[in-house]
């Protein structure tokens, strides 16, 4: 596949993975890094009308791509993104604000943790990627790319004025951070906030809120990306019949071939693309949407 191929399967990808597509850009990344650099940074220079036409995952899939290439000259670009209003950067992102920001931010940092800061305490930004810049310091420090002494440093900035004292999302980051890293020399700062409302988790104390946490580790979520399509193809909008027929295939039964992705045809004229809607995400206590009857914290989200 060439470069132009590889980006028409990701605007153009439905209901399949376009798994080829991202093993050809892994194989070509020095080809096509440039092309996902000018994707990233034409969304970035101004995210709010990027948000009005956006109609497709390209701009995650460079992200991630780009994550893995520990392209750093994305990284400013991905905090633009993220800093946008809320509406703009979620018609962008998706649940990846929510859920894999914090690892992206990591794999592309720059050294500069002035951006992530600025992201954090951006009271006109998404709460789910402020929380996201929050707890990307977690990422940095136990992948050794800042020391733990540097997170501590901007915890306490956060903690000491940068953020407002209001309750949100990126509050509930701010003390479960001092629990993951951990920095118990915040701890004090941290109960604070909990006594004081501004976490969303409904407990007494900082004490009952490690213990909750304790008791279901989610140790993957500080992890720099290593391969983008590992991230991205469990994906609950992409056909998942691979995953279902692969016990079939181990008991030797036959199972028909994975769909093949159509061979590129550069059309007269493109087809109107479908709209990319991200899928709203449960807050961490309510109901499970699986039905479970758990929280969703301790359920899908664990």
């Not at 009952?208 to 500080?222: C, G, K, L, Q, Y």
């Not at 995953?243 to 045809?265: D, K, N, T």
Request: one cysteine or more; proline letters at 7%; glycine letters at 4%.
């Amino acid at each position: 596949m060439t470069v132009e191929e590889i980006l028409h399967a990701f605007r153009n990808c439905r209901r399949v993975f376009p798994a080829q597509a991202f093993e050809e850009a892994v194989a070509q990344r020095e080809a096509i890094t440039p092309a996902l650099l000018e994707l990233v940074e034409t969304v970035a220079a101004d995210p709010v009308a990027a948000g009005k036409t956006n109609d497709d995952i390209a701009t995650v899939f460079a992200l991630y791509l780009l994550a893995e290439f520990r392209e750093t000259r994305a990284y400013r670009p991905c905090v633009a993104i993220a800093s946008a209003p809320e509406d703009a950067s979620h018609q962008i992102l998706g649940e990846v604000a929510t859920d894999g920001l914090h690892q992206i931010l990591a794999s592309l940092f720059d050294g500069d943790v002035g951006p992530i800061l600025e992201l954090a305490s951006n009271a006109k930004a998404d709460e789910y990627a402020r929380g996201s810049a929050v707890r990307s310091l977690v990422v940095l420090a136990r992948n050794d790319r800042i020391t733990r002494e540097e997170a501590v440093r901007c915890l306490r900035e956060l903690f000491s004025g940068r953020v407002e004292r209001s309750m949100g999302w990126v509050w509930e980051d701010l003390v479960t951070t001092v629990i993951d890293l951990p920095a118990p020399e915040l701890r004090a700062e941290a109960n604070q906030a909990v006594l004081d409302g501004l976490a969303l988790e409904l407990y007494p104390d900082l004490d009952a809120m490690e213990r909750e946490i304790r008791a279901s580790p989610t140790e993957t979520d500080f992890k720099l990306i290593t391969r983008a399509a590992d991230e991205l193809d469990w994906w609950e909008c992409f056909n998942r019949q691979e995953y279902a027929s692969a016990p079939l295939a181990r008991e030797g039964i036959e199972i028909p071939a994975r769909e093949q992705q159509p061979a590129y045809v550069a059309p007269a004229r493109e087809p109107a693309p479908l709209t990319y809607v991200p899928k709203a995400r449960p807050g961490p206590n309510e109901p499970c949407p699986c039905g479970s009857g758990k929280k969703f914290k301790k359920c899908c989200d664990a």
